[in-house]
């Protein structure tokens, strides 16, 4: 195989090692709009697969940062059925998190979205493209 062959098979594999299943490349992203705060934080990589539904009952909103948007955080949402997933990689994404020596580590702040004087958080829903989606219908 020549060398441009070589560098193409590897530049190959690196990136579907970062994709892969597992893989705890970590993204950025930022508060959405509506949230009680503004900027970005790292967040982990969350397969497509993961988000597939049927109905609003199949999608649960869970944390996307190392804290959710109820701790000051980025929330996403996900099949139910892929919960165990996620909190094994959570795990590994924010082990500092699950420190029995720092049982603080989230801030007691909301980071939701949100809409009206009393708060309506948006909530999980499976959208026309069956995906797990988050956020407000009308």
């Known amino acids: 195989m ?31 709009e509506g949230s009680a705060a503004t900027g970005c934080l790292p967040v982990m990589t969350i397969p497509m697969s993961w988000t597939h539904c049927d109905s609003d009952g199949d999608c649960v909103r869970v944390a996307w940062s190392c ?16 919960m165990e997933k996620h909190q094994k990689r959570h795990r590994k994404f924010c082990p500092e998190l699950y420190d029995p020596t720092n049982p603080h580590f989230c801030p007691q702040t909301i980071t939701c979205p949100s ?9 999980p829903f499976c959208n026309a493209r069956r995906r797990c989606g988050f956020g407000f219908r009308n």
């Open 115 to 123: 809409r009206g004087a009393l708060p309506e958080f948006a909530a």
């Open 67 to 82: 804290c959710d948007c109820f701790g000051g955080g980025i929330s996403t949402t996900i099949n139910v059925s892929s």
């Open 2 to 32: 020549g060398r441009r062959m070589f560098g193409w098979v590897l530049l190959v594999s690196i990136l579907m090692a970062a994709g892969a299943p597992g893989a705890l490349a970590k993204q950025t992203a930022c508060f959405p």
